[in-house]
């Protein structure tokens, strides 16, 4: 919502009884799981947690991908849990496959799968998916992309991505402002990282834009043009800014809700003689029936050594106490 990122008005205060309604059910319902009031999950591999504690995109999952390709470098066999929003299969937990759909498992955990080629499994409870991956796949490290919030799942490690521009808004809990949980909540991960901006405290994170591809995975090269574009993530504006950083005009863009089922009818509104640009998550979800004239950008996130260096550090004296 446009207002969670603006000086707070006056008419928002309406909202401030059911913001503290939600503040208190999530402090309760942390403290119940902390001491061991609500059953949560131990498992026995590492666990690290990708969240954050505002909606909207964050660009949690190029940093999940990120690293998992440090882990994999280094040695590591990782597998992530997702609970799979957007999607819906008929039995959980769910091992995505080179023929899962993205209206099946959702498209982040197709998206991850595709690019990494790792156990990605999804469920709704992600406790369950963490148990699935220890006990019936060849991973030794645990990361799941969101769930912070979800403290059925103990957890080893604690990231928070933060958007570097829009922050957390107004500050204020939903649904008075973006926040999930306070921003004091923060004092207590192990680690803050910046997408896009350098903040005090925080590992500064950038996105950096690939070569395009097509959406029906033929082999091609686009040049740059005036295009149309479309995103259905949690923040459009950051991907139609990032084609014009790239060198492409916009002659027609529209944002779709996050997790957006697309269909064919959704294309009916866009002119056929220019390309089509796409965010990658936006992809997974076309290809049964793409255009040649369909595109899609890969983002990577380059992780800092800040970062990089004292996680590694971290994950191996969790492996070594766990082992």
């Not at 006990?135 to 992309?145: A, E, R, S, Y």
Request: net charge neutral.
């Amino acid at each position: 919502m446009l207002f969670w990122y603006k000086p707070t008005q006056w008419w928002t205060w309406i909202l401030w009884p059911f913001a503290m309604l939600m503040r208190c059910i999530s402090v309760c319902r942390r403290y119940a799981f902390q001491q061991g009031w609500l059953k949560s999950y131990k498992s026995p591999l590492p666990v690290v947690v990708v969240g954050n504690i505002s909606v909207g995109g964050n660009g949690k999952t190029p940093f999940v991908i990120s690293l998992c390709e440090l882990l994999i470098e280094q040695g590591y066999k990782p597998g992530v849990i997702s609970r799979g929003y957007g999607g819906k299969a008929d039995n959980y937990p769910l091992l995505v496959t080179s023929d899962t759909s993205g209206k099946i498992a959702g498209d982040e955990p197709v998206l991850i799968f595709q690019r990494l080629q790792i156990p990605v499994v999804v469920d709704p409870v992600r406790s369950n998916a963490a148990d699935y991956l220890a006990t019936q796949c060849d991973v030794n490290v645990i990361i799941t992309d969101d769930g912070l919030q979800h403290y059925a799942l103990q957890r080893d490690i604690e990231i928070v991505v933060v958007d570097g521009k829009r922050r957390y808004g107004n500050q204020h809990i939903m649904p008075m402002g973006p926040l999930r949980e306070s921003v004091s909540r923060l004092r207590d991960v192990d680690f803050i990282i910046n997408n896009g901006a350098v903040h005090e405290g925080e590992s500064t994170m950038f996105l950096m834009a690939s070569e395009c591809k097509r959406v029906d995975g033929i082999e091609g090269k686009l040049a740059k043009q005036s295009v149309n574009a479309c995103a259905a993530i949690g923040y459009p504006p950051r991907f139609f800014n990032t084609l014009v950083e790239q060198g492409f005009s916009l002659d027609k863009q529209i944002p779709f809700a996050d997790h957006h089922a697309y269909s064919e009818s959704d294309f009916a509104q866009f002119n056929t003689d220019k390309p089509l640009l796409m965010t990658e998550k936006d992809a997974v979800k076309c290809t049964s029936f793409a255009q040649p004239h369909w595109w899609y950008l890969p983002i990577d996130g380059q992780l800092p050594a800040d970062f990089t260096d004292p996680f590694l550090e971290k994950l191996t004296q969790i492996k070594e106490i766990k082992c």
